[in-house]
């Protein structure tokens, strides 16, 4: 009766390290997400400010430009395109500043969970321990052998 016990307790020990792991990946996962979505926003606010370079130097606001819009492309003025392009690159730098925000949560998020659990990711924490013990090693070559 006792080693059945056991055996069941093992397995919902398994089972509870499996959901242990499953959040885990699940909240490295988001943080990518949101990491992946900030490098992307950055590229579109530098496009944002290359264009809007350009449009400075043109000294008639008048001038015609072209601008595309929902995959149709629309002609429009200077006049007309700057103050879009210069709302839109505020808009996206607010966005980066606040998704840049949750990044940092999602970051302590994650390593809380990990020092809760007691979760280590295979070599995470092998340069610190290099470092305390002050050991010059023969540099790795990432490959992990049985």
Not at 29 to 34: L, S
Not at 118 to 124: N, R, Y
Request: net charge positive.
């Amino acid at each position: 009766l006792r080693s059945s016990w056991t055996i069941s307790s093992g397995i919902n020990a398994e089972y509870g390290q499996e959901v242990i792991l499953q959040q885990f990946n699940k909240l490295r996962q988001e943080q990518r997400m949101i990491a992946q979505k900030v490098s992307e926003l950055k590229v579109d606010e530098s496009e944002h400010k290359l264009v809007l370079d350009a449009l400075n130097e043109v000294k008639d606001p008048n001038r015609k430009c072209y601008q595309l819009v929902g995959g149709v492309l629309v002609e429009r003025t200077v006049q007309q395109v700057k103050p879009n392009l210069q709302n839109n690159s505020s808009k996206i730098t607010s966005l980066i500043t606040s998704l840049d925000k949750s990044l940092e949560v999602k970051a302590k998020e994650l390593m809380d969970y990990k020092e809760k659990h007691g979760i280590k990711v295979k070599g995470e924490d092998a340069p610190e321990k290099d470092k305390k013990d002050g050991a010059a090693k023969p540099a790795s070559s990432g490959v992990l052998v049985n």
